[in-house]
């Protein structure tokens, strides 16, 4: 990953995590927590792509295995959340401009009952049985909800702040460059030549060199 990548998604990594642990987690809601920091690793990866995605996911369910107060084992979340931000991440816009909300909308309720049931899963493995004592149908029903209700305020913000400081060839090609072709094309239909690069002034040295010689024919034949 490119450094204002991985400065980027640390940065929002660690203020999502903060604000879960330190605000939504004391709501006491029913059923799930709202999990900003899924919503987060969602955002990313629909902008960095699986490998991008699965990389941050893991980054940020390591730091929330980690940090207090942790009640699991080490790298169970790291594990969850790799493997939601590498399927999240293969949905990314080939374009990377979303047509519309349905689609992000639809990964984001994915996301949250696939993690719900994949952090089951694997405490279930390892004996963590809380899950069914809780009960996982409304675990799986509240973690949906509420993902989907931030999902809004959480996942374009993230999205367009990764696409503000990444260098990718598909953010440039906006209203600027457009109108940069559409201007050179239209130079280049009324002269004749090719506007911009090194390509437009050698054919415009080309061009002086050819009228210079043409002249100095011109003036000898005169002269004779």
Avoid at 73 to 90: D, E, F, K, Q, T
Avoid at 92 to 98: D, K
Wanted: glycine share 14%; aromatic share 4%.
């Amino acid at each position: 990953m490119r450094v204002n990548r991985i400065l980027l998604a640390a940065a929002l990594v660690v203020v999502a995590l903060v604000i879960q642990v330190s605000v939504l987690a004391r709501l006491h809601l029913p059923g799930a927590v709202p999990d900003l920091l899924l919503l987060t690793v969602v955002g990313l990866a629909m902008v960095y792509g699986h490998v991008g995605g699965a990389l941050v996911g893991f980054g940020a369910g390591l730091l929330a295995d980690l940090a207090p107060p942790a009640d699991h084992a080490a790298g169970r979340y790291a594990l969850v959340l790799c493997v939601i931000g590498y399927c999240a991440g293969l949905v990314r816009p080939e374009n990377g401009r979303l047509k519309s909300a349905t689609g992000p909308m639809a990964v984001v309720v994915a996301a949250a009952v696939g993690s719900t049931l994949l952090y089951a899963g694997v405490g279930a493995l390892v004996g963590d049985t809380a899950a069914r004592h809780v009960g996982l149908t409304g675990l799986l029903f509240s973690a949906a909800l509420y993902d989907l209700l931030l999902a809004p305020f959480v996942v374009p913000g993230v999205m367009w702040l990764a696409r503000r400081t990444d260098n990718d060839p598909l953010t440039e090609n906006g209203p600027s460059v457009k109108a940069g072709n559409i201007s050179s094309g239209w130079l280049s239909s009324g002269t004749g030549l090719r506007v911009g690069g090194r390509s437009s002034l050698g054919t415009l040295k080309a061009k002086a060199r050819t009228r210079s010689a043409r002249v100095g024919r011109i003036k000898g034949v005169k002269r004779l």
